[in-house]
């Protein structure tokens, strides 16, 4: 039996257990392929075929046969509908980064992704774009709100915004911080930091734009921030109790 399915809203929730009141662990995005483990009526439960992330969605817009030609790269790139005078107007709902949308038709400057829906051209790449340099990914989130267990322009935690990287570029890399650590090598130097290197904390993972700065989902502060990497370390410490007990670069990743 055929058991490849792909997700066609513009993001779901992905919850612990079959209930709304349960914890949400992570997030499906528009276009991304997975398979149903069961469901019932209302709800779904499923394995995400990139990382095979396991959860509930009770979000049932999916198909069995998608073809991608182009992913977006933006923040978030907004729905245009085209209304009876034959303009394209805005709807005020998005598609989140490194969604993938097939095309029904197409003109210079939109593509049509569904009956009725399109989307600017200059938000896309081509399916199989790979972004080398992770700073153009990361820096996009900036200022976005944090969420625990989102992976879009509404809210991020600290995990998913290096797992985008990855996921945009079709390699695999794991959903949460405990397994990130446990994926990667043997610990770089502590003590010296560079642009690219991966910091992580029990629960917790920055990356490094220079040798000073680094990029995070901070929680206290709750949103993505440029901070100082000496002071995060010491702040970090201060606050929680917890040390630095990991780093990588991210260029031994791919």
Not at 16 to 22: F, G, V
Request: hydrophobic share 35%; glycine share 4%; with cysteine.
């Amino acid at each position: 039996m055929k058991n490849n399915f792909f997700f066609k809203n513009k993001f779901a929730n992905i919850y612990e257990k079959s209930s709304q009141k349960s914890e949400v662990c992570s997030q499906i995005l528009y276009g991304e392929k997975f398979k149903i483990l069961s469901k019932n009526k209302k709800w779904l439960k499923i394995k995400t075929s990139f990382d095979d992330y396991t959860g509930y969605i009770n979000d049932l817009n999916y198909v069995d046969k998608f073809n991608p030609k182009y992913k977006i790269f933006k923040l978030k790139s907004e729905i245009f509908q085209r209304l009876k005078n034959k303009r394209l107007s805005k709807t005020k709902n998005y598609l989140p980064f490194a969604s993938k949308i097939s095309v029904i038709r197409e003109n210079k400057k939109f593509i049509e992704f569904e009956k009725n829906k399109w989307i600017k051209k200059i938000d896309l790449k081509k399916i199989d774009h790979i972004e080398k340099d992770y700073l153009k990914i990361i820096k996009l989130f900036l200022n976005t709100k944090y969420v625990w267990g989102g992976k879009n322009h509404t809210g991020i935690d600290c995990s998913a915004i290096i797992q985008l990287f990855f996921y945009y570029n079709r390699t695999f890399y794991p959903r949460d911080t405990k397994d990130q650590i446990k994926y990667l090598s043997k610990s770089d130097d502590l003590h010296k930091y560079k642009k690219g290197d991966i910091l992580f904390w029990k629960g917790h993972v920055a990356i490094c734009i220079n040798s000073k700065k680094l990029i995070h989902a901070y929680g206290p502060k709750k949103k993505v921030l440029k901070m100082d990497i000496i002071n995060t370390i010491n702040k970090i410490k201060k606050t929680t109790n917890l040390n630095l007990i990991k780093k990588i670069n991210i260029n031994k990743c791919t």
